[in-house]
T-cell receptor, first 117, second 118 residues
Framework: AQTVTQSQPEMSVQEAETVTLSCTYD???????LFWYKQPPSRQMILVIR??????QNATENRFSVNFQKAAKSFSLKISDSQLGDAAMYFC??????????????FGKGTKLSVKP | GAVVSQHPSWVICKSGTSVKIECRSL??????MFWYRQFPKQSLMLMAT?????????EQGVEKDKFLINHASLTLSTLTVTSAHPEDSSFYIC??????????????FGPGTRLLVL
């Protein structure tokens, strides 16, 4: 069975600085997707970024980028120029490449990010 | 973008009553939707996978007779908590799987429903 581990329950960053959130996963599959979701105090889950395992290039979305190390099964999220609105719970998630009922997400326990003004 | 709505956003009910929560994908069709439960300061726990036109698949430990799921169309799934009790109080979140390029790739989440059973 696949597992996702986020080893940092809480992180803090100064506004405008850069922070990296860690995520490791375990799987025997070769084809899968990885995601970072953000859950602000409103509790709405928001997709931040996604990565296809077959792609070597790291995904980027504006200030958000990932460091995907497939051999090490590591998928960290870097937030550059942190803003107050980035404060939230961040969840790393894994999904098998096969869709349908096997396409459910496996979540890590989350990292609570605080942004200091 | 991909928008998923949930209704109601919050509900308070008496113990023993049933509560229905709707999940709609507003701008895309979703053959698969998921229902999660989230306790305070915890991650999301998958309850069941809802497939349009067929029976839902429940995770181990989730009572299918208590949490009834219906996925009657490609844009609507409903979760009914039957004979609700205070221990069913929680935050329920749905998500819809949006297909892209022949693969069902990304889940988009609804805003959640807070249920309080008195």
């Amino acid at each position: 069975a696949q597992t996702v581990t986020q080893s940092q329950p809480e992180m803090s960053v100064q506004e405008a600085e850069t922070v990296t959130l860690s995520c490791t996963y375990d799987t025997s599959e070769s084809d899968y997707y990885l995601f970072w979701y953000k859950q602000p105090p409103s509790r709405q889950m928001i997709l931040v970024i996604r990565q296809e395992a077959y792609k070597q290039q790291n995904a980027t979305e504006n200030r958000f980028s990932v460091n995907f190390q497939k051999a090490a099964k590591s998928f960290s999220l870097k937030i550059s120029d942190s803003q107050l609105g980035d404060a939230a719970m961040y969840f790393c998630a894994y999904r098998s490449a096969w869709g349908g009922s096997q396409g459910n997400l496996i979540f890590g326990k989350g990292t609570k990010l605080s942004v200091k003004p | 973008g991909a928008v998923v709505s949930q209704h109601p956003s919050w509900v308070i009910c008496k113990s023993g009553t049933s509560v229905k929560i709707e999940c709609r994908s507003l701008d895309f069709q979703a053959t698969t939707m998921f229902w999660y439960r989230q306790f305070p300061k915890q991650s999301l726990m998958l309850m069941a996978t809802s497939n349009e036109g067929s029976k839902a698949t429940y995770e181990q430990g989730v009572e299918k007779d208590k949490f009834l799921i219906n996925h009657a169309s490609l844009t609507l799934s409903t979760l009914t908590v039957t004979s609700a009790h205070p221990e069913d109080s929680s935050f329920y979140i749905c998500s819809a799987l949006r297909a892209s390029g022949g693969y069902q790739e990304t889940q988009y989440f609804g805003p959640g429903t807070r249920l309080l059973v008195l």
